[in-house]
Structure formats: structure tokens, C-alpha cells
């Protein structure tokens, strides 16, 4: 079955270690996304890339990092520089800008 | 600026009690507008996307209705495994999405 595969599901940390979410597609789709998912706050665009090799920030990316080396694959860094990490980061994809976003099972991200 | 707000935040009914969920949006060109359902600790399911005025989707107890200025989900005869918090999301056929905050449905059973 066709899908996207967020790991891992739950994510410790210690305050000051930058850490890597895992986000893999095999849906063939070009644009894949990072949303960050707060309590009472809608999906806040962290990241996206359109296409491998290209990324653009999204409204919240300061103190993230993504690379987009495979069509496939789209890790997130989440690094000592962002302020509040602890939150539950939702990876989508979409064929094309326009079509319906596809989302992965989350991470939920504890940092201590 | 483009915008999406969602009511009620929150949603009791009772078992076979039907009623309706807004979206409302604010968006240059719609191009897409999407509802989406989340279950606790997991990531949003896709449900419908309407891309006209006037367009109807429907779903099993969901039928989901688009006007020029919001999107309404209703939901007839509910039962209480639609618990859930429904998303709404918005498109101007950009890679851009501007998601609504979500309400969350309580079926009581």
C-alpha cells in the first residue's frame, strides 16, 4: 500500500541536542511537506519542496532544517535553535500544488 | 491576507443527532478547498475536496457542501466512532495550504 512512513512515532531529547525526524513516501509525489501541530493552533508550515534538490522555509522554519536528496525522503532537523521544539510534526505529500496533501502517522517530539 | 476559521471549536451530540461544522475562508482564488479528519495521536485523513461553488461531496454519513465565501460538513446520524477533530484546509493552487485550527466532534453514545 501506497503511504507515508513517519518515524519515529515518539521522540525524546535533551534541551541543546539537535535531532532528525524521518519522513519517507512511496506515492511517487513530487512535493512533500513539514507541518508543526500545536493545541489550539492549526498546521504551521515549517518546510517544503516541490522538487529533489529544492526547498523553500515555510512561516515557522527558523530553527529547522530539511534536505530533499531523494524523491522519497524528506528529514527534518530540528535543531538547539528553536526555542519551543516540543510538538507533534506532521510530514504530507501532494502530486501537484493544488491536489489534496497526503499526511504521514506524526512524531510526537519531547524535548526536556 | 488568506485565512480559514472553523466552528464551533468544539461539538457534543448525541448518537443520530445531525448537524453542521463551518468553514469559512478567505482565500485569493480558491482553488481547492479540503476537509480532513484527525483521530487523536494520528495525522489528518483526507476526506472530500471541493473546488466549486455549488459542488457536493459525500461520504457515508458525511456530505460536504461549498459556497463562494465557506464550506459547510454535515454529518446525519452521527455515531460515535465520527469522534474526531475535522480539519479544513484551503488552496489557491499554489503549493501553499492554509489550514483552519479544526473542531472537535464528541459522539455521545
Known amino acids: ?112 | 491576507e488568506d485565512q480559514v476559521t472553523q466552528s464551533p471549536e468544539a461539538l457534543r451530540l448525541q448518537e443520530g443527532e445531525s448537524s453542521s461544522l463551518n468553514c469559512s475562508y478567505t482565500v485569493s482564488g480558491l482553488r481547492g478547498l479540503f476537509w480532513y479528519r484527525q483521530d487523536p495521536g494520528k495525522g489528518p485523513e483526507f476526506l472530500f475536496t471541493l473546488y466549486s461553488a455549488g459542488e457536493e461531496k459525500e461520504k457515508e454519513r458525511l456530505k460536504a457542501t461549498l459556497t463562494k465565501k465557506e464550506s459547510f460538513l454535515h454529518i446525519t446520524a452521527p455515531k460515535p466512532e465520527d469522534s474526531a477533530t475535522y480539519l479544513c484546509a484551503s488552496t489557491s493552487g499554489t503549493y501553499k495550504y492554509i489550514f483552519g485550527t479544526g473542531t472537535r466532534l464528541k459522539v455521545l453514545a
Open chain 1, 1 to 112: 500500500d501506497g503511504g507515508i512512513t513517519q518515524s519515529p512515532k515518539y521522540l525524546f531529547r535533551k534541551e541543546g541536542q539537535n535531532v532528525t525526524l524521518s519522513c519517507e513516501q512511496n506515492l511517487n509525489h513530487d512535493a512533500m511537506y513539514w507541518y508543526r501541530q500545536d493545541p489550539g493552533q492549526g498546521l504551521r508550515l515549517i518546510y517544503y519542496s516541490q522538487i529533489v534538490n529544492d526547498f523553500q522555509k515555510g512561516d515557522i522554519a527558523e530553527g529547522y532544517s530539511v534536505s530533499r536528496e531523494k524523491k522519497e525522503s524528506f528529514p527534518l532537523t530540528v535543531t538547539s535553535a528553536q526555542k519551543n521544539p516540543t510538538a507533534f510534526y506532521l510530514c504530507a505529500s501532494t502530486s501537484v500544488g493544488g491536489s489534496p496533501l497526503h499526511f504521514g502517522n506524526g512524531t510526537r517530539l519531547t524535548v526536556t
